[in-house]
């Protein structure tokens, strides 16, 4: 088998409580992984702890959210040579365990993107009722508009391989991605899996989609997803 070269990219905004937790459970379950840590803009104690604990962290500039923040991450994939880049988030929501279960499914089942679904065998926490209310909205469009079913298409803990790497390092939506790049994968052929995880609550910080936001949430992506479809 072909060994590939592997990274585990972290963003993290305000993230003081859970980050290094996050890094050294990753550390411990991913072995032959190698993980970076994607600061954008905290305004807390992020950037210090990564520093003080010798974690490899790219600091942005300005506040680019979670789209942007990924985008840096596979940019410096894509620069520094890798095969598989795997986002988890860093607020310790994701069992980094899974990680190579969802390595097994890129190789074996020949996916270009492997997705982490809490909702397959429902185990674990399922979100808040309107989360999940709204992921399964999110999941009906696709199913819509692409004909593919995306159970946790809201899931920030994913896994591509070098080609996607090479696509998102270039153009990579902004704001609140999973949805959109989702349908944009299934519509020009890409095949997307999903695995069954079991999601944590999150350890620490605050969620950046309040109430209001939500709203904002709802309407942008929906707007996204069918203009991404009517590119095809």
Excluded: W
Aim: net charge neutral; with cysteine; proline share 3%.
């Amino acid at each position: 088998m072909v060994e590939h070269k592997k990274l585990v990219i972290i963003p993290a905004f305000n993230e003081e409580e859970s980050i290094i937790g996050q890094y050294n459970e990753v550390k411990e379950k991913a072995e032959g992984y190698d993980i970076l840590v994607i600061n954008d803009c905290s305004k807390d104690m992020t950037h210090r702890l990564c520093v003080d604990n010798h974690v490899k962290v790219l600091d942005l500039a300005v506040n680019l959210g979670i789209g942007g923040a990924m985008q840096t991450g596979y940019r410096y994939a894509l620069l520094n040579g890798y095969d598989v880049a795997v986002q988890i988030d860093g607020d310790g929501q994701h069992d980094p365990a899974y990680i190579n279960k969802m390595y097994d499914a890129l190789v074996s089942d020949g996916a270009d993107m492997v997705i982490g679904s809490r909702f397959i065998d429902k185990e674990g926490y399922q979100s808040t009722f309107l989360r999940r209310l709204g992921i399964g909205y999110f999941s009906a469009i696709i199913r819509l508009l692409t004909g593919h079913t995306v159970t946790d298409p809201t899931s920030g803990l994913r896994m591509v391989r070098r080609k996607l790497i090479e696509e998102f390092a270039s153009d990579y939506p902004q704001d609140y991605p999973e949805p959109e790049s989702a349908v944009r994968l299934l519509q020009h052929g890409n095949k997307v899996v999903e695995v069954s995880v079991r999601m944590r609550r999150r350890s620490g910080g605050r969620s950046s989609i309040h109430p209001v936001a939500s709203v904002y949430y709802m309407t942008k992506v929906t707007i996204a997803i069918i203009l991404e479809r009517m590119r095809k």
